[in-house]
């Protein structure tokens, strides 16, 4: 069994115990404010940063504790994050529905609820919780739950960021019409990291779809490196958890990147 494969099937034992009457999902549902449009606040020619609220991983186990969620977030938005990750993942992350709640009450900005989703359940579930973006990974769905998921989160309103790791997953992600793609430098079957997979696939997403790069990103000079192969976006939890400064690493990030991105544009252009 793959580390994704057993990630999953703990995300199913947990969703079976937490699991309520859907009709009390679409009563919190009702209650929730009208989800914020992630894709547009991810598309332009500036780069931007998704910040993750980001306790442990299934690599490197504890990353920080994290007391409270929703005030790292707010350091997020002021340093000029445009969407927050929250992971809601409890086994491998530490993460909960309760961060999720938390983060939404106290930032303005979108917010991705970043969990390993394989049940229409879990759609319902992130929206009643605030979640204006959900993740779907290609490598852990079948083409049918990738359609269905996708189209649900559509009808609520939400943006979806789907998740691939090779030109395959590329492909199949396509056949949903994306508005977000993010490549993930690490394979969630093995756990390793590499940046070429991202410099790999980045220049193959599109134009009018917002190209992210995720995972393994540690320093300002790959995400410069990230941007050049034409990423739009970077999506960072574990080096603003542990490096101590995250507020400053989110500005000086942005800052860098928005420089790499008008020189991409311009080179493009040219």
Not at 9 to 29: F, T, Y
Not at 174 to 179: A, G, K, R, T
Request: glycine share 6%.
């Amino acid at each position: 069994m793959s580390v994704l494969d057993s990630i999953i099937e703990g995300v199913r034992e947990d969703l079976a115990r937490r699991r309520k009457p859907l009709s009390q999902i679409h009563e919190q549902m009702s209650q929730a404010p009208s989800a914020l449009d992630a894709y547009g606040a991810l598309l332009g020619e500036q780069m931007k940063v998704i910040a993750e609220v980001k306790r442990s991983s299934p690599s490197k186990g504890e990353l920080s504790t994290i007391a409270d969620p929703a005030a790292l977030a707010a350091q997020y938005q002021e340093a000029g994050a445009s969407v927050i990750s929250v992971l809601t993942e409890e086994r491998r992350f530490k993460g909960s529905l309760a961060d999720l709640v938390a983060v939404r009450a106290r930032v303005t900005i979108p917010i991705l609820r970043k969990d390993f989703m394989v049940d229409e359940y879990q759609i319902w579930e992130a929206r009643a919780h605030g979640a204006d973006v959900i993740l779907l990974i290609v490598a852990g769905l079948t083409d049918q739950q990738l359609n269905s998921l996708n189209a649900l989160a559509i009808e609520l309103g939400m943006s979806v960021l789907v998740e691939i790791h090779d030109e395959s997953e590329l492909v199949r992600a396509l056949q949903i019409q994306p508005s977000l793609i993010g490549v993930n430098a690490r394979n969630l079957k093995t756990l390793e990291v590499d940046l070429a997979t991202c410099h790999n696939l980045l220049p193959l997403i599109p134009a009018g779809v917002v190209a992210i790069a995720e995972s393994g990103i540690s320093s300002t000079n790959e995400v410069v490196d990230l941007v050049t192969a034409g990423a739009q976006a970077v999506l960072v939890g574990e080096a603003l958890v542990t490096g101590g400064t995250p507020a400053q690493t989110v500005a000086e990030w942005t800052k860098a990147g928005e420089h790499a991105r008008e020189m991409f544009l311009m080179n493009r252009g040219s």
